[in-house]
């Protein structure tokens, strides 16, 4: 589903993110991406999204080559893969449910459908009595719940979350976990980016481990690496 | 399509309300830019019709021979009439000349004495107003070819000065007119740059979402179209009011100069403000939104 095949980025300043980085995951796998601050996590991420550019290699989504896509062609590859941000990154001067009806509308869903499907979304975060609320009247956490309901609204295939606990505390952040387990049961390919220790190390799942901006660890049902030489 | 029309509109509407401090300082700052622009363009357009009155007032005088007929000063009146750049011309008889004189030397009529309004040594005459001074060479060559005539009397360094005067005034106008007309669009659209860069964090998010470009423009450019519209239609009201207070105070001051009624002036005005206030905050909102969509 996802490829990685010898990317490297450096940046315009000169400084290398990635260095020849060879990911494959499948359709349906839960990935952690752990490793240091600066070790490339967040440029992985910008990458599948395409707001950057590789420096050399190629990235496949789908089986569809990203580094090909015209500019055109980039709104319309976004809609593959739902994204939630480690500071949430909600429309402020919306309310809950305008905000995930907005993705909707964003792709073209119908009225009848949003208003369909908003209200499933919201009781799978058990937001639904706070439907009218405003991002600034939520908690961190209720507010991260909202932005991986519209992340998931147009049920894209991939599931993207970069630090989504980063800002949370620890119980919280296990809540907005286990949804993403949920949504991954479901069938959707979640990558997560973190580098919250207890949380990889208690789901157990495919850890990638970075540093200086290479994969130095690959592991199914993987634990944190604290000490790599 | 009609669906997504209405959303474009009322996501516009709603940008404008979400966002009221924005919105509004975006409204003021156009209206100013607009009021400046409108009254200068009232007070050209004023000055334009003084100059025109003073063209126009510039006479040729045609002096006939005595020994023309009523006949051929018939003839001699259509032909003029028939030249290019004639606004009207008068006949005056030996009865008018009489009383004009007398008119004028009221005191010393004496000077007359002896003569009556038919047999008089004063000469008939035509006095003509040109539409402009520009048309006095080719009048007067073509009169003077003309049999019956006397005399053409023109002052054509009087003439010239004025015309080129005229010439220099109304380019003077259009520039300022020009230079305050991109400085209103640049106001405008900087103030919609402002408001759009307070909400790149939106337009970031719909690029994340996979709206496409056109999805994020649209209530944007709907929007400074509304502002820009508002703007133009207070700075008129604003206009409108501020010119007839002016003309009722400085017509009884200034009883020579006619000013151009209200209406008339505005609908020019208005014009030229609506269509700048619209497309400044268009072309405000789509260039300003560009570089926010490059993500």
Redesign the interface.
């Given at each position: 589903m996802i490829r990685f095949v010898n990317v490297s980025k450096t940046y315009d300043n000169g400084a290398t993110a990635l260095l020849d980085v060879n990911i494959n995951i499948k359709a349906g796998e839960f990935v952690f991406l752990v490793g240091p601050s600066g070790a490339g996590k967040t440029t992985i991420i910008k990458l599948l999204l395409k707001e950057i550019e590789p420096t050399t290699g190629n990235i496949f989504v789908n089986n569809k080559n990203v580094t090909s896509l015209k500019h055109k062609e980039i709104p319309y590859f976004r809609r593959n893969i739902g994204v939630v941000f480690q500071d949430f990154r909600l429309l402020p001067d919306r309310n809950v449910y305008d905000n995930i009806a907005f993705a909707m509308r964003v792709v073209g869903t119908s009225q009848r459908e949003i208003r369909r499907r908003v209200p499933v979304l919201l009781s799978l975060i058990n937001l639904s009595n706070k439907a009218y609320a405003y991002p600034n009247e939520l908690s961190g956490g209720e507010q991260q719940r909202v932005v991986l309901a519209r992340a998931i609204a147009n049920n894209p295939p991939i599931l993207i979350a970069d630090e989504p606990t980063g800002n949370l505390d620890p119980d919280t952040g296990w809540e907005i976990v286990k949804l993403l387990g949920e949504i991954n049961r479901r069938g959707t390919t979640v990558i997560m980016a973190t580098h919250a220790k207890d949380i990889v190390d208690v789901m157990r799942r495919r850890v990638i481990t970075l540093r200086k901006g290479k994969v130095i660890s690959d592991q199914e049902k993987g634990m944190y690496l604290d000490d790599v030489k | 399509m009609l669906?997504?029309i209405s959303?474009y509109i009322k996501e516009g509407l709603k940008g404008i309300w979400?966002?009221k401090a924005m919105s509004l300082a975006a409204v003021i700052s156009i209206v100013i830019a607009l009021f400046i622009l409108g009254g200068v363009v009232l007070f050209g357009l004023n000055v334009n019709s003084v100059i025109h009155e003073v063209e126009s007032s510039v006479d040729i005088i045609v002096f006939l021979k005595d020994d023309v007929s009523e006949q051929s000063i018939k003839q001699i009146n259509d032909e003029i009439k028939a030249m290019n750049g004639i606004a009207e011309v008068k006949y005056y008889s030996k009865a008018d000349a009489f009383e004009k004189w007398k008119a004028q030397f009221g005191g010393e009529a004496g000077y007359l004495e002896g003569y009556t309004a038919d047999n008089n040594p004063l000469p008939r005459s035509f006095e003509i107003r040109l539409q402009s001074p520009s048309y006095a060479d080719e009048v007067v060559s073509a009169l003077n070819a003309k049999d019956g005539i006397d005399k053409v009397q023109y002052n054509s360094k009087i003439a010239d000065t004025l015309s080129r005067l005229v010439r220099s005034v109304r380019w003077m106008g259009m520039i300022i007119v020009f230079v305050l007309l991109i400085i209103a669009v640049v106001i405008i659209m900087n103030t919609i740059r402002l408001a759009v860069s307070t909400r790149k964090?939106?337009i970031?998010?719909?690029?994340?979402?996979?709206?496409?470009?056109w999805?994020i423009r649209w209530p944007f450019i709907i929007e400074g179209a509304i502002i820009g519209v508002l703007g133009a239609l207070l700075s008129i009201i604003l206009l409108k009011s501020m010119y007839s207070f002016v003309i009722s105070r400085l017509s009884n001051l200034l009883n020579m100069i006619k000013f151009i009624p209200s209406n008339y002036a505005m609908n020019v005005v208005m014009l030229i403000i609506i269509v700048t206030g619209a497309a400044a905050g268009i072309i405000g909102s789509a260039v300003s939104i560009r570089r926010y969509l490059k993500?």
């Open positions: - | 669906n997504s959303y979400r966002h964090n939106e970031n998010i719909m690029r994340y979402i996979g709206a496409t470009s999805f993500v």
